[in-house]
């Protein structure tokens, strides 16, 4: 009997896989930095894996060459990247002379952006492409990172870093897993024509970006990770109201 049916192609894209492979490098690399004490090439390594992973995915899609491999390759690297090396730079950088309670937060933000991960990979194709539910791992791992790269190139004292590392890591990691809702800007259509006077303001994002990089990048992403709350606040107080007047009437 002849069989008809076609044989599989188990060969893998290439394009969108190297930029997963870049990401994945750069995790490391930040982990084998931190390890040896260079915290702000490990900062600038974890943001430059969250670039290579913003444009993993654009690049499948604009190729048309998505994946359920390059998909769970992706997952994967984001591990490495957004959840054990924002994880071991911080310890490194601070929570190591804390005893115990310093890993067991290190650790916490780790399990943190595993279960996220997770939890993102089972809601694909259900969930509002408009919105992330929970603070993205890339998200999370650029403040861990941004406080770090800031600390380390403005000399913060022991008692400052002590302060303010336990609250942003802490925060972070439970910020990953709650049901605050974050813009996910998957909307933006990068293809089409836009206002000129989106152009003057990337031009003068990247201005201010360049006066004081690592300063600058912490804020941008504090504020994100702060807009959750706030945009999920502001949700439920409308809901509420709604409520309120369809009683009314």
């Not at 600038?44 to 390059?70: C, E, H, K, P, V």
């Not at 399990?111 to 999370?140: E, H, M, V």
């Not at 190139?153 to 049901?179: E, H, K, R, W």
């Not at 300063?215 to 994100?224: G, R």
Request: glycine share 8%.
């Amino acid at each position: 009997m002849i069989n008809s049916e076609k044989p599989q192609n188990r060969g893998i894209y290439l394009l969108p896989n190297l930029f997963t492979t870049a990401g994945l490098f750069a995790g490391f690399y930040a982990i084998v930095a931190g390890i040896r004490g260079d915290f702000e090439t490990a900062s600038i390594a974890i943001f430059i894996a969250m670039i290579m992973d913003g444009l993993d995915g654009r690049i499948a899609r604009m190729t048309n060459t998505q994946s359920a491999f390059g998909a769970e390759y992706d997952s994967l690297a984001d591990m490495v990247s957004f959840g054990m090396a924002p994880a071991l730079v911080i310890f490194q950088w601070s929570l190591h002379g804390m005893g115990k309670f310093g890993w067991m937060v290190a650790f916490i933000y780790a399990a943190c952006g595993a279960l996220r991960l997770a939890r993102f990979n089972t809601q694909i194709g259900t969930q509002d492409k408009r919105y992330f539910q929970g603070l993205p791992s890339p998200a999370a791992a650029a403040i861990i990172a941004g406080w770090v790269w800031a600390g380390t190139s403005n000399d913060f004292s022991g008692n400052m870093i002590d302060i303010f590392t336990i609250p942003i890591t802490f925060g972070a990691a439970i910020l990953m897993v709650s049901s605050m809702r974050y813009h996910s800007f998957k909307e933006l259509d990068l293809r089409n024509r836009v206002p000129f006077v989106v152009m003057l303001v990337l031009v003068l994002i990247f201005a201010l970006v360049a006066i004081d990089p690592p300063t600058i990048l912490f804020s941008v992403f504090l504020i994100y990770g702060l807009s959750g709350p706030v945009f999920t606040l502001l949700k439920l107080r409308q809901h509420r109201s709604e409520r309120a007047q369809a009683k009314e009437e």
